[in-house]
């Protein structure tokens, strides 16, 4: 079956630490997005990607930064410049200009600063 | 920028009671889609509204959008516990990108 998935489904950072969030889409999506969910909150809008090798900045871009060298791989780092990382962290994918099938998301990445 | 608004934040109900949950865009949208995401889960897509005044339902669930694209609701007759969760609308404006209000926890007492 196609879908997205992410990894891991946990993830502790350090203090100073880079850590990067895996994401990946057999659906042959165009468009990929990384949302960000903190707790009694909407999904903000991180950094988004409409073809390979093309990425725009989201509504919180500062202190993450992605990749997309692949359709299907939309990796997502975050770096120690994000001071408040701890947070759940959704990927999702839809049909460029098709919006009407609705976006489709991975089950997510916890994301805990120790 | 664009802004969503979803009201009521929370709502908790006995099981057979009706459910609503309303949003409001500052601007114009050219559409709106509503998400299910259940407690620990990922929003799943439920239903996208394009048209002005447009009425769909799904079973027990009935979205509605407003004359002006700027309003929408959800509503669930006769809630089951299987319908807990939070429901997201969520606009769209321009370049594809969605603005998602902040979403209406649904409780249902059994």
């Known amino acids: 079956d196609g879908g997205i998935t992410q990894s891991p489904k946990y993830l502790f950072r350090k203090e100073g630490q880079n850590v990067t969030l895996s994401c990946e889409q057999n659906?042959?999506?165009?468009?990929m997005y990384w949302y960000r969910q903190d707790p009694g909150q909407g999904l903000r809008l991180i950094y988004y990607s409409q073809i390979v090798n093309d990425f725009q900045k989201g509504d919180i871009a500062e202190g993450y930064s992605v990749s997309r060298e692949k359709k299907e791989s939309f990796p997502l780092t975050v770096t120690s410049a994000q001071k408040n990382p701890t947070a759940f962290y959704l990927c999702a994918s839809s049909i460029f200009g098709q919006g009407a099938r609705g976006y489709t998301f991975g089950s997510g990445t916890r994301l805990t600063v120790v | 920028g664009q802004q969503v608004m979803q009201i009521p934040q929370y709502q908790h109900v006995q099981e057979g009671e009706d459910f609503t949950t309303y949003c409001n865009s500052s601007?114009?949208?050219?559409?709106i889609q509503w998400y299910k995401q259940r407690p620990g889960g990922h929003p799943v897509f439920l239903i996208q509204l394009v048209k002005s005044g447009e009425v769909k339902k799904q079973k027990r669930l009935t979205f509605q959008f407003g004359e002006a694209k700027k309003n929408s609701s959800l509503h669930i007759t006769a809630t089951q516990t299987t319908d807990v969760g939070t429901y997201f609308c969520?606009?769209?404006?321009?370049?594809?990108?969605?603005?998602f209000g902040k979403g209406t926890k649904l409780t249902v007492n059994p």
């Open positions: 601007t114009t949208l050219s559409n």
């Open positions: 659906l042959n999506h165009d468009a």
């Open positions: 969520v606009g769209m404006g321009g370049s594809e990108k969605l603005v």
